[in-house]
Nanobody, 123 residues
């Protein structure tokens, strides 16, 4: 069992940066692929980026590649999403999720989810 709690969301301006954190409980954090998803109003939940168990590999959606970075600290049971050059279309609720599988982008392959944190990018 893994419990996930996101933090760090907020209201920012176009071009700003923001870093989200996701703290996990449980001793098995390092055995999971960790990912970030987002959901904008009226839209489905979409994959943003993921990081492998040992941080050796990351994978991103085309829409955020080059602007967002996923990292993790297994000693702190925490995964991060660094978001740079934010755009209005990045406005969404951001969720972290855990999966025992690498590499998957479908929400159905993730076993554990956080409650989400709102990111709003104002123009």
């Amino acid at each position: 069992q893994v419990q996930l709690v996101e933090s760090g969301g907020g209201l920012v301006q176009v071009g700003d940066s923001l870093r989200l954190s996701c703290a996990a409980s449980g001793r098995t954090f390092s055995s999971y692929t960790m990912a970030w998803f987002r959901q904008a109003p009226g839209k489905g939940r979409e994959f943003v980026g993921a990081i492998s168990r040992n941080s050796g590999t990351t994978y991103y959606a085309d829409s955020v590649k080059g602007r967002f970075t996923v990292s993790r600290d297994n000693a702190k049971n925490t995964v991060y999403l660094q978001m740079n050059s934010l755009k209005p279309e990045d406005t969404a609720v951001y969720y972290c999720a855990a999966s025992p599988i690498w590499l998957v982008t479908a929400t159905s392959r993730y076993d554990y989810w956080g409650q989400g944190t709102q990111v709003t990018v104002s123009s």
